[in-house]
């Protein structure tokens, strides 16, 4: 019997499932996978519209925050119906509008983690021990990748202070979140999404966690004033706080080095309020609420 992928937690084969089911009834999407995870899970993005031009959507980098993974696939599906929907010979029309634009999204960032979050530390395949084991030295709910380390405190922004706050914080080896690892980009999903940005040259880039209802934008002297504006735009859009970040406020994370490093906007956008996992019931008011921001953010 046929389920609703979008009333469960998306597990990874869910996930896969999908996906796959999407491709084979909207032929024009593209998919295909950017790298595989510790645990060799494919990392899979899907491409839709002109992909010479892309805006990039990110989710599940924490794998407690899956809702996010459930989020983005469910905003495709309806950007697919929309694209069948819309004659091209209307003027400005959406199949317009993607010969121009196009965009990508991969659902999930961190796939062993979201497995570990949803089936637990059996999971984790050569590593199931050693999650075991960390789980049961803290007392912190799983959000990192199969070894313990916080992906969206891998990446290569501000990395020095980032180990600095971690000592200060007495996290100083792998961990359920938070830690970073000992080198920046040292793990393969890490690595995935960075070539992902140069290979296609992106954007324009968003990150989904949970939750908070608030959209970040800035990271250091790099952030293009533009972000500001985009930002505000998308917080009176959806509802979503904007938050400001005096100075250098986090590091390591991927808005953090896509700005950085290509001097281009990206955002953060923590959906949601609660406590994590946001339960699975709570897509449907999430999704509504930003739907409207999702499409404007999908085609800047
Ligand atoms: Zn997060």
Not at 19 to 32: D, V
Request: aromatic share 12%.
């Amino acid at each position: 019997m046929a389920y609703n992928f979008y009333a469960v937690p998306p597990t990874y084969d869910r996930m896969v499932e999908q996906l796959h089911t999407l491709q084979k009834r909207f032929p024009f999407l593209r998919l295909f996978h950017i790298g595989k995870s510790v645990l060799g899970r494919k990392i899979y993005a899907v491409g839709i519209g002109n992909l010479r031009h892309v805006n990039l959507f990110a989710g599940a980098f924490h794998a407690q925050e899956w809702l996010t993974c459930s989020l983005l696939i469910r905003f495709l599906e309806d950007l697919c119906k929309s694209v069948e929907e819309s004659s091209s010979k209307q003027p400005m029309s959406l199949h317009e509008t993607l010969l121009e634009k196009g965009f990508l999204i991969v659902p999930m960032v961190n796939p062993d983690g979201v497995e570990i979050a949803l089936r637990g530390p059996e999971s984790a395949g050569r590593y199931a021990d050693f999650v075991a084991c960390l789980q049961e030295k803290s007392t912190q709910s799983w959000q990192a990748n199969a070894r313990g380390i916080d992906l969206n405190h891998n990446f290569d922004a501000g990395f020095a202070q980032c180990k600095e706050a971690e000592r200060q914080a007495g996290i100083t080896e792998p961990s359920p979140r938070q830690y970073g690892g000992e080198r920046p980009h040292s793990e393969p999903e890490t690595r995935a999404l960075v070539q992902l940005c140069i290979g296609f040259d992106v954007r324009v880039a968003f990150a989904f966690h949970s939750q908070g209802e608030e959209i970040f934008y800035e990271y250091g002297e790099n952030t293009p004033p533009v972000s500001y504006h985009i930002a505000s735009l998308l917080s009176a859009y959806s509802g979503y706080r904007l938050v400001h970040q005096e100075g250098l406020a986090s590091h390591g994370g991927f808005k953090d080095w896509f700005i950085d490093r290509l001097g281009r906007p990206a955002f953060t956008f923590e959906i949601g309020k609660g406590i994590n996992p946001l339960p699975v019931e709570q897509l449907t008011k999430i999704y509504q609420q930003l739907h409207g921001t999702l499409s404007i953010a999908s085609l800047l």
